[in-house]
């Protein structure tokens, strides 16, 4: 089973949501290394008719004949690459700071040829960012700016040439975050429990084993249809 599996509900050494009283169960300061967030920002953008140019096509070139359809395309991974980054810190903003930086995000793209015949290639989608974050002082431990991309592509069309080239228009969405690996002091319940996992199986035996093990006695059975009314007498009878 996993930490959400029906079979491992109640447990309290797995994570879950807790109420006042299971804060009492806190019983140790713990500390962990982790990537601490200092501020982060989320943008959010359509951009229409980007030129990309198409590299590692998975077939060669020969193979397609054109006019090219486009047929999709997405981000292949969530960390953007940086290039070119800038912090100026703000002399009439305390603590904050001018980010200037442009992320670089791989992307996947899908098409097909006249023939029908499906090929793939990568391509790098670049977005230049100038925003304010929350700059920490400097510090023995070193802080820096990281991304989490994704891109989606909504249309796009082939551009004929000696290369293979698309404009398509895309939705963006960027998140800049200023982040540093601290230690960091943390209450604590302890070591989590794993449990084992739980292995997928058909259902199609439950009825079959939720029967009873002997066929029921006849008393048992009219116990069972009486058993509310007997409730009721014991009830009426205490009164």
Known sequence: MSFYSYKNEGNPRCP?????????????????????????????????DVRIVLTEVCKSRHNFVPPLSFVSCRSTTTKGKLVGTRIDRLPDRPNFARVRTKVEIPIEVVFEDCEGRQGSGMAVITV???????VPDESVIPFQLESIVNAVCVSGKFIPGETFRFDVDVCITIILKIVAKVELLIPSFGFCEIPPCEEFAESVCDDIFNLPLFPPQLEDILDRRKGGHRVLEDEESEE
């Open 128 to 134: 230049p960012k100038d925003v304010i974050l929350y």
């Open 16 to 48: 879950g949501r807790i109420g006042f009283d299971g804060l009492r169960k806190i019983h140790e300061k713990v500390c962990i290394q982790v990537n601490k967030v200092y501020d982060s920002c989320l943008q959010q953008e359509t951009l229409n």
